[in-house]
């Protein structure tokens, strides 16, 4: 496993907690993917290199596992 700076870390884990808020919630499906591309792309737009494969690893490995991305399995541990 690498050494991810916290910050990093930190803003993923605070993006996964609002995806499952925003599931849990009202959201209607056409409001889900622009609030959560705002939220992705505030991270991605720190990052470059390895900086981004990791945090869009994360983010992938997020919507696989609240189910929206189709044929992929639930429940598998991201790479935090």
Known sequence: MTDHDPKRVAALD?????????LDGDLLETDFWPALNAD?????AKH????LDYAQG???CMLK????VPGEDEGEPCER
């Open 48 to 51: 470059c290199g390895d900086d």
């Open 58 to 60: 994360r983010i992938d």
């Open 40 to 44: 992705a792309d505030a991270i991605r």
């Open 14 to 22: 605070t993006l996964e907690t609002r995806l499952q808020k925003m």
């Open 65 to 68: 596992n609240v189910g929206m």
